[in-house]
């Protein structure tokens, strides 16, 4: 077994009609059920934020959404309050299918966000899926899903500093793009010789 997709935050709340909507986001779905069959494993990845988390805006007296806060961390984007823990927005996208090998929750600790799959912001604090992929023997990782820009981004350049060969599939994510933020993950992937898949569901 090599050949594992992680299927990052293909929740309700990053569909359109969420809280925290990303544009096209239930297009990509029929796609990713489509690629499953085609790995060795199929990781799920699922934000499961606590009320009141750290990283909503609701948090911090007179800040707004997308405006950024000062964490121990650094900087953090304030997002509105979504994928709270045992709510509908939580919960996968109805159509998705969620027969996976292991479901990753992240994001579940108050005091600090997490977009990586491999690790919360402060870069250090893990989310166990390492320890999980080298105990099985896993090298080779491709990443579809949402936010193109944030959590599968993160997790790709975490991947490939962990020592993972590392493909997004951008036919299956798409992007909040904000502010240009798209253009600068992709930069940031394409320099760390993430491969940026552009075929479907083809090739899988």
């Known amino acids: 077994m090599t050949k594992a997709l992680i299927v990052i935050d293909v929740q309700n709340d990053f569909c359109p009609g969420g809280a925290l909507a990303v544009p096209g986001g239930d297009e990509i779905v029929p796609m990713i059920n489509g690629m499953m069959t085609g790995f060795d494993a199929v990781i799920l990845t699922q934000d499961w934020h606590p009320k009141g988390h750290s990283s909503f805006a609701s948090s911090h007296s007179g800040k707004s959404p997308f405006e950024t806060a000062k964490m121990t961390y650094g900087a953090q984007v304030l997002w509105p309050d979504h994928c709270v823990q045992n709510t509908s927005g939580a919960a996968f996208h109805p159509d998705l299918r969620t027969d ?9 600790r108050t005091d600090i966000d997490s977009y990586s799959a491999f690790f919360e912001n402060d870069q250090t604090t893990p989310t166990g899926l390492h320890g999980y992929l080298k105990e099985r023997g896993f090298n080779n990782l491709t990443m579809v899903g949402l936010a193109t820009d944030f959590c599968v981004a993160f997790s790709a350049l975490d991947a490939v500093r962990l020592g993972y060969k590392v493909e997004v599939a951008l036919a299956a994510c798409r992007a909040i793009d904000m ?3 798209l253009a600068v993950a992709l930069e940031k992937m394409k320099n760390a010789e993430v491969t940026l ?7 899988y």
């Open 179 to 181: 502010e240009g933020s």
């Open 100 to 108: 996976a090998d292991l479901i990753i929750r992240k994001g579940y």
């Open 197 to 203: 898949g552009q075929a479907g569901v083809s090739k």
